[in-house]
């Protein structure tokens, strides 16, 4: 699947478009629903009115390329729910915290929207944010979905108020090793981003491919976000001698080093973090990473389930593309279902009972359902429900991550980041 470019620009369109002008990083968009509820405190909203749903996720910052796109599937959710007559008989209302792509904006946009907001759950979380409110998620018993947040930190810490419905990143840094062997590649440089969501895969990556494929790494370089130049990390990682790289960056930082890389002439096989699989990198000026010499592994959409083929119609109709995995836009759909379905199931928006109905709806036995009026009215029927959705089969673990994720190999083909491949993890490399 490919997508064209979203520049800077259009995230501030958009932004505009979409959310009322806040000053402290939450706005609010009706996408369909009522007047916005005036009770805060613990995210217990309020009975009257529409039913409030949090939008947590990088709108500025390193995660700015995948809001509009983002966007665009949560948006689409909530106009699902409501054409289907909402939750409990009330509309739903997105709510939109800014988390400024960092774990402080995470921290800071999580308060506004749980304590002043008083959303009822919230969707959108990313790695970084989703590792710096852990404890506060439990604590405040706050339904939260992660759809692109692939911290090792989530294998074993969820499934009671916060799932994972993408891979993990400890299998993002698996294939990584694998996509090594399989190319023959004995020595690598790693130059890895001191943040959550870059360090994690990378880690995994180091140990499968030393322990595991018995390869070494040649250097591993680790660097601060936000800098103007990384020249002196790139020269030295290349004066190691690599037979291929690893990358793990924000696309900022990222395409700072592709761009020096490539004005200093040096040539590389690169395998790269999901972070960078975003038109800002495949569209990189005077940057040629075309016919596999970047690679990366990123969870894929089951684009043969009814529930992505009415998605995407909908998904190209608002913006005139096509869904891409590398973007998670498909994920960020199926997360407003699975909350607006949980609080049916559960007959209340009290997070412990929502909460509780999560996994029930997204594991089997039940109906086979592929949106959200067919699942309302299965419930309605006194019937279990399988929720499967427009990214994928959701069934989760004890620990809220996706029991059988599937990925695919992402190249950049004629400027666009492609998937060319699904990916079969090899057991046999797991740490």
């Known amino acids: 699947m490919r997508h064209k470019l979203w520049t800077i620009g259009i995230v501030l369109a958009m932004v505009l478009a979409a959310c009322g002008g806040s000053d402290d990083g939450a706005d609010t968009t009706s996408a369909g629903g ?76 999580f308060n506004k929207l749980v304590d002043v907001d008083a959303v009822v759950a919230i969707g959108g979380t990313e790695s970084d944010g989703a590792v710096a409110n852990l404890q506060s998620i439990k604590d405040r018993k706050i339904p939260t979905l992660c759809p692109a947040c692939g911290t090792d930190v989530l294998d074993d810490a969820g499934g009671d108020y916060i799932w994972r419905i993408t891979g993990s990143d400890s299998d993002g840094g698996l294939i990584a090793a694998q996509f090594a062997r399989d190319n023959g590649f004995t020595k690598v440089a790693m130059l890895v981003q001191n943040t959550e969501g870059a360090a994690g895969p990378a880690e995994v990556f180091k140990t499968v491919f030393t322990d595991k494929v018995g390869g070494e790494i040649v250097a591993d370089i680790r660097f601060e976000p936000g800098q103007a130049s990384y020249q002196t990390q790139v020269d030295e990682v290349f004066a190691a001698e690599p037979d291929a790289i690893y990358l793990a960056a924000g696309f900022e930082a990222g395409g700072i080093i592709f761009q020096e890389a490539a004005r200093r002439g040096y040539e ?105 009026a067919d699942g309302v009215a299965a419930l309605a029927a006194g019937e279990d429900i399988d929720y499967h959705g427009a990214s994928s089969g959701l069934d989760v673990n004890e620990f809220g991550n996706l029991a059988s994720p599937v990925f695919g190999e992402q190249q950049i083909i004629d400027g666009e980041w492609t998937q060319v491949a699904e990916v079969a993890l090899d057991e046999s490399l797991r740490p």
């Open 268 to 372: 590389a096989n690169w395998f790269v973090s999901p972070d960078l699989v975003v038109p800002e990198i495949s569209g990189l000026e005077g940057v040629d990473l075309s016919n596999g010499i970047a690679r990366a592994a990123i969870a894929a959409y089951d684009t043969a389930s009814p529930a992505y083929e009415s998605y995407a119609a909908r998904y190209e109709e608002r913006t005139g593309e096509a869904p891409s995995s590398g973007l998670y836009d498909a994920n960020q759909y199926d997360q407003y279902i699975i909350l607006a379905l949980a609080m049916t199931a559960a007959g209340t928006t009290d997070g412990e009972a929502v909460a509780a109905k999560v996994a029930e709806i997204l594991n089997g036995p039940g109906t086979v359902v592929y949106s959200y």
């Open 34 to 109: 009522g007047e916005t509820a005036t009770t805060a405190g613990g995210g217990g909203g309020s009975d009257e009115g529409p039913i409030k749903l949090g939008f947590m996720i990088g709108v500025t910052g390193d995660y700015a390329p995948y809001y509009p796109p983002s966007e665009a599937g949560a948006v689409i959710a909530i106009e699902e729910i409501n054409a289907a007559g909402g939750v409990l008989g009330r509309q739903v209302e997105l709510v939109i915290g800014d988390n400024l792509s960092t774990a402080e904006g995470a921290v800071q946009a």
